[in-house]
């Protein structure tokens, strides 16, 4: 079993930044792929970033990518997901995961933190 909390949401200018951390409990963390998707009003939950186990591979929605970076400290059980040029399009509640596998499919992930809303404003 994971156990997984997010933090650093907020709200935040067009064009600024933030970082979210997502902590694990649990040893097994450094086994874990690692995922960040988001849910918007009225909308279906979207992928976002993913990272390996070891950190050596990352993977990133194309609405995301050269803006979000993702990565992970295993010896603080802690994933991350720094978000720059922040767009108003951002907003949304943002939920990390924990799964066996890279996926940018959210049923391939077993377990769900309770997600950090994250608002733009234009």
């Known amino acids: 079993q994971v156990q997984l909390v997010e933090s650093g949401g907020g709200l935040v200018q067009a064009g600024g930044s933030l970082r979210l951390s997502c902590a694990a409990s649990?040893?097994?963390?450094?086994?874990?792929?690692m995922g960040w998707f988001r849910q918007a009003p009225g909308k279906e939950r979207e992928f976002v970033a993913a990272?390996?186990?070891?950190?050596?591979?990352?993977y990133y929605a194309d609405s995301v990518k050269g803006r979000f970076t993702i990565s992970r400290d295993n010896a603080k059980n802690t994933v991350y997901l720094q978000m720059n040029s922040l767009k108003p399009e951002d907003t949304a509640v943002y939920y990390c995961?924990?799964?066996?596998?890279?996926?940018?499919?959210?049923?391939?992930?077993?377990?769900w933190g309770q997600g950090t809303q994250v608002t733009v404003s234009s």
């Open positions: 990272i390996s186990w070891s950190g050596g591979s990352t």
């Open positions: 649990g040893r097994t963390f450094n086994s874990y792929t």
């Open positions: 995961a924990a799964g066996d596998l890279a996926s940018d499919y959210d049923q391939q992930y077993d377990f």
